[in-house]
């Protein structure tokens, strides 16, 4: 019997608590069941599938905001605030990167608070992320972080939870066991813990035992924020995520506006914009940023900016995007872009081996560890454990052995400050494109295509929202929507998600790393992604789900062994799409026609190179 199967059947027999495949999360949308046929023949319409998904988001939200758990949420961050004690927001990959987000947009606001109240401003560490691996894995997800319940207790315990403190335990699909960790942590500590989620809370007690714990806990507050399966086959980064930024932040931001109302002078309040608005406003403004975002301008340009992006990749080039102020949204989505489609990650400073990312972002006006810390607002919490904490806590013997470098230094090594970087502006094809959201568009652009313009190929600039300024670019996608000003700047924040979420999926299912819409194309890197990857594997091939687990695992060891060759270091075998070819399924019958699509795209590039006007070529479905 080889490795490869015994570790299958290891699988199968010990990790049925990993099984997921009830979850609402994991199942497959009907809206979007033929997204990648519909993104060949018609991009706009597909674009119109994604979208379609969100439109389930604000009714689900106004079910939340109605329940107690969401007004009990709001007053524990009011007594929170008003007794001197932190607010905690923990997650996993896509929750742990809104985690830091909303302590990013909590400090930031702080600095304007300042500027009217010095004694006010000095709230900033009242509100503290904490993420699976800590800040280091806003860039790479940390290999086996997630499935251990003791990782969570461990680092929130670092962190110092204590009593009366409030800790918000956020996990898409309501069974990561890091984040149940800092739930169970949480409440050791005396403190108040509520737990977000995004699968209906009868499934979750039905199937997954941990889940269940929490849940059935009375000392913990529950949060059900069931929206449906996602666009993409349980990519959580798109609908759950989104609900949880708006659930929790319109939550924050309440509780914030009445706290300070108490504390500061009427021209202070005005001065900061404070207004006060209730659930209900939070849910209308929802409702019409989602509308405006599915306009036929916004789709249109949604279509162009996609094969934009889809143009440069074909070409074997690179995208970097500059921002400011958005840069960690920025970073959020293009760095999820890696785990999600089995892209290469960013690679660090001094790494000329491993393949650059297709997509990077980069600070104009800073420094690289300058522009950690205002991405941030605030110095970076690298991890520093050594191997007696992975001793202590119980680890994989491989963790133990060689405990994985997390610190702030290996997190300055991504270089996302202004330094030149030639791996990425020599290659066959870059373009560098400007992020702004709200307005305030023309120092950024101005300032990126003045240092950075020339050493692209081509120059675009992404604006959300207003625009007070014609970009000099070759090209501009403008998304105009209303954005009110708030606290936390929530609706720049959504929108902005909103868009590069759609942008970046619509462009990698053009780019073939999606069947119908399920993401094939994805790294099992852990429990939960193995089984995922059988499951997509037993759908497509049409074969039970031992069979896909055992021809999944087998691939797996084929690609890490090497055996199998890559068609190019830029472009990973995955695992899951080899077994699915292996097995006679849908994977190898899309990958023909992702074959003649690209001969389609390398005429029309042969044809622009010689200066020819450029024909519509029809399609290769």
Sequence with gaps: MSDAIKRAEEFLSRERAFRLGELLTESSHPKTKTLSQTAEDDLPAAIKQLQSVDDDIPLSMKKVLQQDSFRELIEAFVKALSTGKRIYFTGCGATGRLSILLESAWRRFLGEIKKVSPEMGKM???????????????????????????FGRYQLRERGVGPGDVVVAITEGGETPFVIGTAWEGLDAGARVFFVYNNPTEVLCRYVKRSREVIEEPRITKLDLTTGPMAITGSTRMQATTAELFVVGSALEIALVRFLRKRLSPMQAAKLGLEERQAGDYLRLLSELIEQLSSPQVVDTLARATRFEEG???????????????????????????????????????????????????????????AWHELLQREPRGLKWGRKVYEQL????????????????????????????????????????????????????RTALQKFGSQYKKTAALIVGSADVAAPTDETFHFPCSLSDSPLQLWHHLAVKLILNTLSTATMVRMGRVIGNAMVWLSPSNKKLIDRGSRLIAQQAEC????????????????????????????RDSPVALAIER????????????????RTENRRQRTEDRGQKTETLPSDV
Aim: overall charge neutral; proline content about 5%; charged content about 30%.
């Design 124 to 150: 900033g560490d009242r509100v503290y992320s904490v993420m699976a691996g800590g800040d280091f894995a806003l860039i790479k997800s940390v290999e086996g972080y997630e499935d251990f319940q003791d």
């Design 312 to 370: 440069i990749y074909r070409r074997r080039g690179l995208v970097t995007y500059m921002a400011d102020s958005f840069l960690l949204d920025v970073l959020t989505d293009t760095t999820e872009r890696s785990p999600t489609f089995m892209l290469p990650a960013f690679r660090k400073y001094g790494d000329n081996r491993s393949p650059s990312s297709w997509a990077f972002v980069k600070d104009p006006f800073r420094t690289t560890e300058k």
């Design 394 to 445: 119980k680890a994989p013997a491989g963790l133990k052995a060689q405990p994985p470098k997390l610190d702030n230094s290996e997190i300055y090594k991504f270089m996302i400050g202004n330094e030149p970087d030639p791996s990425r502006t020599d290659a066959p094809d870059s373009a560098l494109v400007v992020v702004t959201a709200g307005g305030r568009t023309d120092r950024l652009i």
């Design 544 to 571: 039970s789900y031992e069979q896909a687990c055992i021809a999944l695992h087998e691939a797996m060891e084929e690609v890490e062994s090497g055996k199998r060759q890559a068609q190019s270091r830029e472009n």
């Design 583 to 598: 097995l006679g399924g849908k994977g190898k019958r899309y990958q023909k026609s992702e074959d003649r699509r690209q």
